[in-house]
Antibody, heavy 121, light 107 residues
Framework: EVQLVESGGGLVQPGRSLRLSCAASGFTFDDYAMHWVRQAPGKGLEWVSGISWNSGNIGYADSVRGRLTISRDNAKNSVYLQMNSLRAEDTALYYC??????????????WGQGTQVTVSS | EIVLTQSPGTLSLSPGERATLSCRASQIVSGNYLAWYQQKPGQTPRLLVYGASSRATGIPDRFSGSGSGTDFTLTISRLEPEDFAVYYCQYYGSSLTFGGGTKVEIK
């Protein structure tokens, strides 16, 4: 059974940093791209970032490029999101998502339950 | 960057009725790199359709996707009680983006 378990969310002040983690199990992790997708309260889905199987190709939404950094550790079956210079508009539930391909330009099949990030003073 | 516009924002229908959801892209979607997802309250999204018209594994055949170029449609032939949810289209060609969603609610 595929499991994606996010951690690291919380309440943080504007301008500060946070690091999200996602532990994956139930599939061959280094065969697939991984993503972060967020959803603000009562709003729609927003793709944040994706990383290919070997970290060779990475993509970011324009809204986060330069502030958020995705990475993965295939030895630990984990993907991370380093979030710097946080803004109020980054407040959302952050989902760890598995792609259906080794490349990040693809659709998704499994989603974690999410970790809440709240940016507020 | 391609922008996806979904319409209507909300669709009010009764069980057994046909639902037609639209997703319009700001540029031509080459390769039909368009997917549809369903999200129920308190749940994570579920993949319904990929490649504009291919149903994902385990998805009932009352769900069908169609379209090409800039105009895509998700059709639910006969609404079941469990189909009332929010639906998102997603482009995955040269970038990744979601539409704003269409809520299908019980009339």
């Amino acid at each position: 059974e595929v499991q994606l378990v996010e951690s690291g969310g919380g309440l943080v002040q504007p301008g500060r940093s946070l690091r999200l983690s996602c532990a994956a199990s139930g599939f061959t992790f280094d065969d697939y791209a991984m993503h972060w997708v967020r959803q603000a309260p009562g709003k729609g889905l927003e793709w944040v970032s994706g990383i290919s199987w070997n970290s060779g190709n990475i993509g970011y939404a324009d809204s986060v490029r330069g502030r958020l950094t995705i990475s993965r550790d295939n030895a630990k079956n984990s993907v991370y999101l380093q979030m710097n210079s946080l803004r109020a508009e980054d407040t959302a539930l952050y989902y760890c998502v598995k792609g259906l391909s080794s490349t990040w330009l693809y659709y998704f099949d499994y989603w974690g339950q999410g970790t809440q990030v709240t940016v507020s003073s | 960057e391609i922008v996806l516009t979904q319409s209507p924002g909300t669709l009010s229908l009764s069980p057994g009725e046909r639902a037609t959801l639209s997703c319009r892209a700001s540029q031509i979607v080459s390769g039909n790199y368009l997917a549809w997802y369903q999200q129920k309250p308190g749940q994570t999204p579920r993949l319904l359709v990929y490649g504009a018209s291919s149903r994902a594994t385990g998805i009932p055949d009352r769900f069908s996707g169609s379209g090409s170029g800039t105009d895509f449609t998700l059709t639910i032939s006969r609404l079941e009680p469990e189909d009332f949810a929010v639906y998102y289209c997603q482009y995955y060609g040269s970038s990744l983006t979601f539409g704003g969603g269409t809520k299908v609610e019980i009339k």
